[in-house]
């Protein structure tokens, strides 16, 4: 799998970024998230790449980093400016609704 291609945004699969997007308000409203603290050094770590930080300080998967993106209010992976506070979503959150994405196809 082509990480780049599959979540540069102008290549993104548009039905599972729709999905996303019907379910992050809910997943906000469930609070079905932890508000996380980075200390300003990790934070600018990875300014300009916030699927690196996801990856390499808290393990999420590629699968789960669009709605992540959606969460934390960024249009892109590069448009993370190093805040020092960013919403996780629960993994478990996540794979629910990813079973259901996929049952539904």
Do not use: C, Q
Request: aromatic share 12%; hydrophobic share 35%; proline share 2%.
């Amino acid at each position: 799998m082509n990480i780049n291609k599959l979540y540069d945004l102008n290549n993104v699969n548009i039905n599972l970024v729709n999905e996303w997007n019907n379910v992050i308000h809910s997943i906000e409203n469930n609070n079905e998230y932890k508000i996380v603290h980075l200390d300003v050094g990790r934070s600018h770590t990875y300014i300009g790449n916030f699927f690196k930080l996801l990856n390499n300080e808290y393990g999420i998967d590629i699968e789960y980093w669009y709605p992540h993106l959606a969460i934390n209010k960024l249009k892109s992976n590069t448009s993370y400016a190093g805040n020092n506070e960013i919403k996780i979503i629960d993994p478990t959150v996540l794979d629910r609704y990813l079973d259901i994405f996929t049952k539904n196809k």
